[in-house]
């Protein structure tokens, strides 16, 4: 990287900013991702409004909303945050590197975003975690291999303190706002470290 900084302040940043910004507007998701998921506090989805001409009880319109917030809705669009940082940071490398063909770069985000997909589904109907949980996971799992591709002991502990913040000790808005405040100041950390070739010269 000669005299350059490391490059893994940039997905750090990416991902604090991104968890910031899904915080700021999270109202707009908050409730799934369907049409008919309500967007407010309230819920009306179903209640005792007919489905095909039947009306529903309120257990029965209870266990529906259910079943499609946790299926497909998460604390605020969690999930886009994930899909966005990722495809941001396959970008940022292909750019710095200047060493891939573009179908190449295409290829692996592409690939990339279908394995996320993927291990979150896997994530639900198999380990039947809640979509929060999912998102942090994914992320944690982002950040380990960005260590490993890195060789960063920073970034690991990034790793081991976002899980922390995002999983263990917090949940919801909270989570997300600590985490993004722990990979935050991983990237600030980044960005004033010394240059490799300078600190080796020193």
């Not at 605020?76 to 063909?101: E, M, N, P, Q, S």
Request: proline share 2%; glycine share 12%; aromatic share 14%.
């Amino acid at each position: 990287m000669g005299n350059e900084r490391p490059r893994y302040w940039f997905p750090l940043a990416l991902l604090g900013f991104a968890q910031l910004l899904v915080v700021a507007f999270g109202g707009m998701w908050s409730g799934g991702w369907f049409a008919y998921a309500p967007a407010g506090g309230e819920r009306h989805s179903f209640g005792y409004v007919g489905f095909h001409g039947v009306e529903m009880s309120r257990e029965a319109a209870a266990a529906l909303d259910r079943s499609f917030d946790i299926a497909a809705g998460r604390n605020d669009g969690w999930l886009f945050a994930v899909l966005a940082v990722y495809l941001g940071t396959v970008l940022f490398y292909a750019i710095r590197t200047k060493a891939l063909r573009w179908w190449k770069v295409a290829a692996i985000a592409l690939g990339g975003l279908v394995g996320i997909v993927l291990a979150d589904l896997v994530g639900y109907w198999e380990f039947d975690l809640d979509g929060d949980t999912r998102s942090a996971i994914l992320l944690t799992l982002g950040l380990a291999g960005l260590a490993w591709l890195e060789r960063s002991v920073l970034v690991l502990v990034v790793a081991a303190a976002f899980v922390l913040c995002a999983v263990v000790f917090a949940r919801g808005q909270l989570a997300l706002v600590l985490s993004s405040l722990v990979v935050l100041a991983g990237a600030f950390a980044a960005l004033l470290s010394r240059p490799k070739a300078a600190a080796e010269e020193s």
